[in-house]
């Protein structure tokens, strides 16, 4: 709303019913926002950074679904107005979660499903006799501790109990 130059410049002679040209501001230089939410996080600060923004905080967070890297929100909608080094916060996806491990071995089947199950860990059971090892019950695993990511599998291998034999009559 201000003026910010005319023409003539000020302190020119002007005639009488002369004209005079004055430019208006419309206030500092907007740019838009781009969209980067899906991209690669270096890639979206390379495109922030070109529409003449900067990028502000970037935050991690874990997801099943999204890529490790990849943004999964920002905290500037898309084709916005910002000012020119405006910042625009990032959400970037730090991958699936990560698990402890638990060494199941000797317990039963149904308390590694339920683990499992809640830490979104896939099994993958064998089955196998075992004279000491109670049926139902894990006999090994592998990986047997540590870490591990949600959507990772474990195998184990579940006790069919000891081979069951016929004796003969005699």
């Known amino acids: 709303g201000q003026i910010i130059r ?13 004209t005079i040209t004055a430019w208006v501001s419309r206030g500092p230089e907007r740019f838009a ?8 996080v270096e890639d979206a600060k390379a495109l922030i ?6 990028v502000g ?4 967070e874990y997801s099943d679904t999204v890529a490790a890297g990849t943004v999964m929100a920002q905290g500037t909608k898309p084709d916005t107005r910002a000012r020119r080094d405006d910042p625009v916060a990032l959400v970037v996806s730090g991958g ?9 071995t000797g317990k039963k089947l149904s308390e590694a499903q339920a683990w499992a199950k809640a830490n979104r860990i896939t ?9 000491s090892v ?20 474990v195998a184990i291998v579940v006790s069919k109990g000891p081979v069951m034999v016929t004796i003969p009559e005699g």
Do not use: C, W, Y
Not at 49 to 54: D, E, I, N, P
């Open 6 to 18: 005319t023409d003539p410049a000020e302190g020119s002679r002007v005639l009488r019913d002369g």
């Open 33 to 40: 926002v781009p969209a980067v939410t899906g991209k690669n």
């Open 49 to 54: 950074q070109g529409a003449s923004l900067r």
């Open 57 to 60: 905080d970037v935050k991690q």
């Open 96 to 104: 699936p979660a990560p698990v402890e491990l638990i060494d199941f």
């Open 123 to 131: 099994l993958n059971a064998t089955e196998e006799n075992h004279d």
């Open 134 to 153: 109670p049926k139902d019950a894990i006999i090994r695993q592998d990986p047997a501790s540590g870490g591990a990511l949600r959507g990772d599998a």
